[in-house]
């Protein structure tokens, strides 16, 4: 048995070698196995290029933004906020977010410490916009750019520094597109036909320039159109919706029918004046209207549902696309002049017509 295996083993081994050597006794060239000194050699301007991309890859862009919110639990800067620290978490920086609690010492506070902490730029939204004056001098004094947002302070508190820049939107044009959202009802919010239009008007902060314009333009807009309006009551809710159902409800027990027309400087406020309007047994767009500001996604169901007359988009992603472009430019070096230190997004009027263009 050994000795068939032994044949067999000897005959594929001859086989093995004709096959291979194709019956020539020459031999073929082998190639050299590569040793270090071997390998492809690498240009020194590619290593360059090799060693740059790692580091580039290794390295994040930007540097440490401090950004400052006047309080968490406000509905429309907290889609602002979150906008804010995806686009600048996306563009590879630090992002530390604080917030003020609605506390102007505390909001200082924490500016200082991002001051102390070195931030390459700070992103405020002020408690306060009439103690920007002393925020600006501590930036300026710091050399650190600054973006204020949404609630804009004078030029003469920003002048001073020309590493500073407001961006936010013409809160004018807010209150002018509130009054036009009512002028283009079918009786121009003049409900009960008595020739004028009968109102209550829920403010937010009055220290704060945008619920002062809202509320000037808004009526402003009625009367530059030739109606006449009444001012039935105007009472401070601080952008909060619990205390715009409240101070709504007492103002519908108080004056009834009379209210044709329920003005709110945001839309948190709307939608707690909605509740009490639906508490009293009001209808809107039968008996009275209701328009806010901020397209909310709650108050852009109610404008779809015909439970608010309109609202006016106050569009945070833009804004917060223009806040961290704005700060980029600081950063690079742009400075802004006196009285040009103000950058503004525009609103748009948000209807029946168009409110499907909004929902997500």
């Not at 492809?40 to 862009?61: F, G, H």
């Amino acid at each position: 048995m050994k000795k068939i295996l032994a044949l067999m083993l000897a005959g594929c081994m001859a086989l093995s070698m004709v096959a291979c050597g194709g019956g020539s006794t020459e031999k073929e060239p082998t190639e050299e196995p590569k040793t270090e000194d071997s390998k492809e050699e690498v240009k020194p301007e590619d290593a360059a290029k090799d060693d740059a991309d790692k580091v580039e890859a290794e390295v994040p862009a930007g540097g440490k933004i401090g950004v400052c919110i006047y309080k968490f639990d406000d509905n429309f800067m907290t889609t602002y906020r979150n906008a804010l620290q995806t686009l600048l978490e996306e563009k590879g920086y630090e992002v530390t977010v604080v917030d003020g609690n609605n506390d102007q010492a505390k909001q200082t506070e924490q500016i200082n410490t991002f001051i102390t902490q070195g931030v390459d730029a700070l992103i405020i939204n002020p408690v306060m916009p009439s103690a920007m004056a002393t925020t600006v001098a501590a930036v300026q004094s710091a050399d650190i750019p600054t973006v204020i947002i949404n609630r804009e302070p004078t030029a003469a508190d920003m002048a001073p520094f020309n590493r500073c820049v407001y961006v936010g939107c013409d809160a004018a044009q807010s209150g002018t597109f509130q009054g036009q959202l009512i002028l283009e009802t079918e009786n121009k919010g003049d409900i009960n036909g008595d020739g004028k239009v009968s109102y209550i008007m829920i403010q937010g902060d009055p220290e704060n320039i945008d619920a002062k314009l809202r509320t000037e333009y808004s009526v402003k807009a009625l009367e530059d159109a030739g109606v006449a309006t009444e001012q039935l009551n105007l009472t401070r809710g601080d952008w909060d919706q619990n205390k715009g159902q409240e101070i709504c409800a007492n103002d519908l027990s108080q004056f009834g029918d009379k209210v044709e027309v329920v003005f709110c400087n945001n839309d948190a406020m709307a939608l707690g004046a909605l509740e009490a309007i639906k508490a009293a047994g009001r209808e809107v767009g039968k008996d009275i209207y209701l328009v806010g500001v901020d397209a909310l996604d709650a108050a852009l169901d109610a404008v779809q549902a015909g439970t608010m007359t309109g609202t006016v988009l106050n569009d945070a992603q833009s804004q917060a696309e223009k806040a961290v472009s704005c700060m980029e430019e600081l950063m690079n070096g742009k400075t802004y002049a006196e009285g040009e230190q103000s950058v503004y997004v525009d609103y748009v009027k948000v209807t029946s017509d168009n409110v499907k263009d909004f929902i997500k």
